[in-house]
């Protein structure tokens, strides 16, 4: 028998995408799921399918709404309201304008931070709408860090 592997990105993003994901969870339809941390509904989510036995990643997003860490300290990434420029502005620029120490530096917050929130390392990094190479750099570099690269989720 064939078996398929379906995840679901953006858990966070949005009370109706929060809803949805914890649905298909608690319906056993769903087992892996990308989490972001820094937008307004994050917590919620994260409440919603904190007591399922799932593999649990951090969607790291470095898009949409404000960053973990303060603008100022990444300037390469935010535009002038504090905001991180969006997914249009990364994928389609002539060039990289991503600083590698910004980028790193905010990922390794939102790994931080999804401690906090869940009391244990995710499963997996991986990126949120952006198509960037340094933005991949970084994500590794913080895997191989925080000992994430070759491991196995277990539930």
Do not use: W
Not at 50 to 69: A, D, Q, T, V
Request: with cysteine; glycine share 8%.
């Amino acid at each position: 028998m064939k078996q398929i592997l379906l995840r679901a990105d953006d858990l966070g993003y949005s009370e109706g995408i929060n809803f949805g994901i914890a649905k298909l969870v608690t319906n056993n339809k769903l087992r892996t799921i990308g989490l972001i941390i820094n937008l307004t509904y994050s917590k919620n989510g994260y409440e919603l399918v904190k007591k399922e036995n799932i593999c649990l990643g951090l969607h790291s997003n470095i898009s949409n709404g404000y960053p973990i860490l303060n603008s100022k300290e990444i300037p390469s990434l935010v535009t002038a309201n504090g905001t991180f420029k969006s997914s249009k502005e990364y994928n389609h620029s002539m060039h990289n304008f991503v600083n590698y120490n910004d980028v790193y530096n905010e990922v390794e917050a939102q790994y931080l931070y999804f401690k906090k929130l869940t009391g244990r390392k995710p499963d997996y990094i991986d990126a949120h709408a952006v198509f960037n190479a340094t933005y991949f750099k970084a994500i590794e570099a913080v895997a191989l860090k925080y000992g994430l690269l070759g491991s196995v989720a277990k539930f």
